[in-house]
């Protein structure tokens, strides 16, 4: 007679060895995803200066990612310079100190707000529009038609959309600041009772070109990151609704997480 | 029926439009297509029918280089295009048009700026010669003048594969692949999507390639029959070749349809 051993059961893997399965795996997708959007960046450096020259799409997108955002980034803009006049006032009557609310708030906008808050209102307004679109189109196979009729769908799709990222951005970035100094001046003036000699005055002395230069330079390097993102994210979506939707989402998070990291990294950089 | 009898693999007499050799893809741990072998010859519709799954999409997108293969060769023309970077496979890819499965028209798009899409990119016709071009395929595929500013979301199925066909035409290409036509049709607009075909093949004189699962619309327009099962082509021939075929897969599928017929 002969005798098996039992055979033992697997172990079903430990809380801790799920963790730290479950951190790899992010790890990797997130090295993953910044490996494919280095790539596609390159590709479509390469084929933005590859005729044929598609300008009549370049200037759709501009107008889309652009002039469409002029309305909402305005308007944030205006109301966050009010609202940041507001609550620096309270704090600098502390001091006696009004007079810098001025220099405050244009410091602040110019280099740091305009710049972040134009990228956010951008990857909500266009970035998700490009995603969901480009998704679609993968879906539906309208890519892979492109393709088959010679047509390279990086340069037609992705590059006007990508330059527009980084063309406009940078100029929503000045429309920001200028929107929000008007808020911060209207607040300042009529509401605090800082006249408007002092406001300007102030503000004059202590903003300078490297300041709005700072702001620029983030917003191009914002729009370039949310638009290659957003259009990777898409260009690569599989799984039909769903998947475009799981697409659009992570497109989103990865957006705004980029926004602030490469906020600090710039900063970092440049002082 | 445009069973004309085409030669089988090995009868030289006629140059092959397609030739694939040993193709092989795997995708992760799932063997797609194990050892794929085909010809296509100059001017014949070719019908590769098989089960979902069987990897028929795949061989298609070998064939236009949507897809690189792990080894083998997909000889169009007369050209090895697997070791095409991607200016020249832009090049091949002129000489085919592809009709897709729910057609894949540009839903940004008219009926007209689809159709005129390819013209537009590809060639420098005045206005009022791509207008000419594109209303004579139009025509070709029995799609009246008031289509033409209709966007895809308000045309039918059917009429959308029209159009389709119509855009991949509308180039005169040497070769037209048909992914799926009749999948979601009717039983006559899959009768008229297989007149489109036969139409397409003989005022345009192309080599058509027809991914298919429809055993009724297969032996209606092919001239050869390859079939798809597990990765590999198991059966290869005429309509009437294929009928005869002993091969068990081939068999299954078939009675599907004829032990019903």
């Known amino acids: 007679m002969t005798t098996q051993t039992p055979t033992k059961p697997a172990r079903e893997p430990g809380m801790f060895t799920q963790a730290v399965a479950g951190f790899g795996k992010g790890l990797i997708d997130v090295v ?121 769908p990086v340069q037609y799709l992705l590059v006007p959309r990508v330059l527009a990222g980084l063309v406009m951005v940078p100029m929503l970035t000045i429309l920001f600041s200028t929107a929000g100094m008007s808020g911060a001046y209207f607040v300042a003036v009529t509401g605090l009772g800082i006249s408007p ?26 729009g370039l990151a949310v638009a290659l993102i957003c259009c990777y994210k898409g260009f690569n979506a599989s799984g039909g609704a769903k998947g475009v939707g799981q697409a659009t989402t992570e497109a989103m998070v990865a957006s705004a997480l980029s926004i602030f990291i490469l906020d600090f990294l710039v900063g970092l950089i440049l002082h | 029926m445009a069973a004309s009898g085409p030669p089988r693999d090995g009868d030289a007499a006629s140059r092959p439009m397609i030739e694939i050799v040993d193709l092989q893809k795997t995708f992760g741990e799932n063997k797609v297509l194990t050892g794929i072998n085909l010809k296509v010859p100059v001017g014949s519709t070719c019908v590769i029918l098989g089960g979902s799954g069987s990897g028929k999409t795949v061989l298609m997108k070998h064939m236009i280089g949507l897809l ?26 002129g000489k085919f048009g592809m009709v897709f499965q729910a057609a894949a028209l540009f839903d940004s798009m008219t009926v007209f700026e689809n159709v005129a899409f390819p013209l537009r990119e590809h060639t420098r016709l005045s206005e009022d010669e791509l207008y000419a071009k594109v209303r004579a395929k139009l025509d070709l595929m029995g799609l009246k003048r008031e289509v033409e500013s209709k966007f895809p979301s308000d045309l039918s199925g059917g009429m959308r594969k029209r159009v389709g066909l119509a855009r991949a035409v509308v180039l005169d290409p040497k070769i037209v692949l048909y992914d799926e036509p009749t999948t979601g049709l009717d039983p006559i607009t899959t009768d008229y999507v297989d007149e489109m075909i036969l139409a397409a093949q003989k005022g345009l004189g192309v080599t058509s390639v027809v991914i298919s699962h429809d055993i009724s619309s297969a032996f209606n327009v092919a001239d050869q029959i390859a079939f798809l099962s597990k990765g590999v082509i198991v059966e290869n021939g005429t309509p009437e070749q294929l009928r005869e075929s002993q091969q068990p897969a081939v068999k299954v599928f078939l009675e599907t349809w004829f032990g019903k017929n």
Do not use: H
């Open chain 2, 68 to 93: 690189k293969p792990d080894s083998g060769k997909v000889i169009i023309d007369g050209e090895d295009i697997v070791p095409l970077g991607v200016e020249d496979l832009q090049r091949v890819r």
């Open chain 1, 197 to 222: 000699g002092t406001f300007l005055t102030r503000t004059q002395q202590w903003l300078e070109p490297a300041d709005v230069y700072e702001g620029v330079i983030k917003g191009a390097v914002f």
């Open chain 1, 32 to 152: 993953s995803t910044i490996g494919g959007v280095v790539t596609l960046g390159l590709d479509v450096a390469r084929w933005s200066v590859r005729r044929p020259y598609r300008l009549q799409n370049l200037f759709a997108q501009l107008d889309f990612v652009g002039v469409g955002s002029i309305f909402i980034v305005g308007l944030t803009g205006l109301f966050t310079g009010m609202v940041f006049a507001l609550q620096t006032s309270e704090a600098f009557r502390l001091f006696d100190a009004e007079s810098l609310v001025g220099p405050t708030v244009a410091l602040t906008l110019t280099r740091e707000l305009a710049a972040v808050f134009s990228a956010l209102m951008v990857t909500m307004r266009a970035g998700s529009a490009m995603c969901t679109e480009l998704g679609t189109m993968r879906v539906t196979e309208q890519v892979d038609a492109l393709e088959t009729m010679a047509v390279n």
